[in-house]
């Protein structure tokens, strides 16, 4: 379905189903990550419903879920075990609600652009390893309690039923869609089980659902620098997980509905919802790719579907606890695994051979790391070899060329960027012993870009100056030129104003930066 401006009957049908598939899946993730952070179900549920709320409201991108994840949870852990039972649990509150301060102020400071440098396969790297985290996470609900696989009939049973469920997630669009395909997964399957009695695991073995409003309350914890000293660097991490995750899903989900979205109003959404749910009794969270993944395929494209999950969520806590927990995990298990299917980038497989070898490299690396670690990790590893192949591929493409001018000065026609990775050719490319006094650099088609190079042209200049001859430099860009005069190279006897088409020649300073 395109995205439109027009709210009817058919549109709303679409939207408040797709909230409602949506709504069912969250249940299981939420109580899941609740128990890996270790703390009770319904911190988790709390979460999902007021993050998922808040960011459906004002977030970023129309169509995205957000909850508690996995990725959070993770972090989350090893902050509530570092105090007795029900004590580490409001030490959480309190880092949410500052992790949700820091998302706002990176938010405000518009900080969330910065996602734009994240290339290409990075994100491929991103969605393959979440899909392969997402598949991981569903095998836990083949094994029991203890952590042993389930009985070999029961477990045969549950796989039945999860080919079932994808089976009639995959057909249905073939045959319509006036019901979103999860949605009826899910109903064909759980009306089975309810009929016939399966002897299978139950949303209701999890965990009881059932519960109350949030209610407001301020963290039990002191409100002191010894305290803000131990949480702020949980909270820190914990901001920048979830903003990473949060805005590599507002983009994914832009590619796949074609819709356009603010980065840094997601970061406000994203800090907003975390700061309301610290004061609310919620873990937190994020953007979740395999909920959002439900929601477009669901048919979800407005805020509409977002509000409706939310809204469904606190339905089931507060009445339809009874209902839910008589759900299959398997139906459930069956929708992961199709987002799973949907999610990786099956395409990356096939071009590792076309595309450059170190765009491969990072493909498989961050699709690793983000299994073996956590996605901020991935991100990050995957961003620094990419900046550092892209530098060294710049770095070897400096090179010159040279002239005679009739007046007989030498004349060294620059071609490449002159950054830090190139600042060493480009010294070695002078001879200073051999040449004639008057030597010109041309930056026709070069450009000065930090300091490194200002450190270059001095080092060149002052080479020549010891040895009785002096440089020149000719065609800077005005931000060369601006860059240059700023540091106090440039010799220039009054104020100009140069353009890229006038060979104004300038004499070069030395001993401005010095050396070490």
């Not at 734009?116 to 095998?139: C, D, E, T, Y």
């Not at 493909?363 to 900046?387: K, Y």
Request: hydrophobic share 55%; glycine share 10%.
């Amino acid at each position: 379905m395109a995205p439109t401006s027009k709210l009817d009957a058919s549109v709303l049908r679409v939207e408040v189903l797709a909230g409602l598939t949506v709504a069912l899946a969250l249940v299981p993730e939420a109580v899941a990550f609740a128990f890996v952070a270790g703390v009770p179900p319904l911190v988790g549920l709390y979460a999902a419903f007021i993050v998922g709320l808040i960011t459906a409201l004002i977030g970023g991108r129309p169509g995205m879920i957000s909850g508690a994840t996995g990725a959070l949870a993770v972090v989350m852990v090893s902050l509530v075990a570092a105090f007795p039972p029900g004590v580490g649990v409001q030490y959480l509150f309190a880092t949410v609600v500052v992790m949700g301060i820091i998302q706002i102020f990176v938010g405000l400071m518009q900080w969330g652009k910065f996602i734009r440098l994240v290339p290409h396969p990075v994100m491929l790297g991103f969605v393959n390893g979440l899909a392969i985290v997402i598949g991981k996470s569903q095998l836990d609900f083949f094994r029991t309690e203890g952590g042993a696989w389930l009985p070999p009939e029961q477990l045969l049973l549950v796989l039945g039923l999860v080919v079932l469920t994808m089976a009639v997630i995959w057909g249905l669009p073939k045959l319509t869609s006036a019901i979103p395909a999860p949605l009826a997964g899910i109903g064909v399957t759980a009306a089975i089980v309810i009929v016939l009695g399966l002897p299978v695991p139950n949303v209701g073995d999890l965990a009881d659902i059932s519960g109350g409003l949030p209610q407001f309350g301020l963290p039990d914890v002191p409100f002191d620098m010894e305290t803000l000293r131990f949480i702020l660097p949980y909270a820190l991490i914990l901001a920048a997980i979830g903003l990473i995750e949060s805005l590599l899903t507002l983009n994914l989900v832009g590619e796949i509905t074609g819709q356009r979205g603010g980065a840094s109003q997601e970061c406000i959404a994203q800090g907003t919802a975390n700061t309301v749910t610290g004061f609310f009794g919620g873990m937190g969270g994020c953007a979740m790719i395999g909920q959002s993944m439900i929601n477009v395929k669901s048919g979800g494209r407005t805020r509409i579907s977002g509000i409706a999950a939310a809204l469904f969520l606190l339905a089931f806590i507060l009445v339809a606890s009874p209902l839910i927990e008589l759900i299959p995990l398997a139906a459930l298990v069956g929708v992961m695994f199709m987002v799973v299917i949907g999610t990786f980038a099956w395409n990356s497989l096939k071009i590792l051979a076309r595309v450059p070898r170190v765009d491969a490299v990072v493909i498989v690396l961050v699709t690793i790391v983000t299994v073996a670690t956590d996605l901020a990790i991935a991100v990050v590893v995957g961003v620094i070899i990419s900046a550092l192949a892209y530098a060294w591929q710049n770095a070897t493409r400096i090179r010159s060329s040279t002239y005679r001018t009739p007046e007989g000065a030498k004349v060294y026609q620059i071609k490449g960027p002159l950054f830090f990775g190139s600042a060493t050719g480009f010294v070695e490319m002078f001879d200073p012993e051999n040449d004639p006094s008057a030597v010109i650099v041309d930056f026709a088609e070069s450009r000065v870009a930090d300091q490194s190079a200002l450190q270059a042209i001095e080092a060149v200049a002052a080479k020549y100056e010891a040895a009785g001859k002096r440089i020149q430099l000719r065609h800077l860009t005005r931000d060369c030129h601006k860059l240059l005069r700023r540091a106090g190279h440039l010799m220039v006897d009054s104020a100009d104003d140069p353009d890229y088409a006038v060979a104004a020649n300038y004499g070069v300073r030395t001993g401005i930066l010095g050396g070490h």
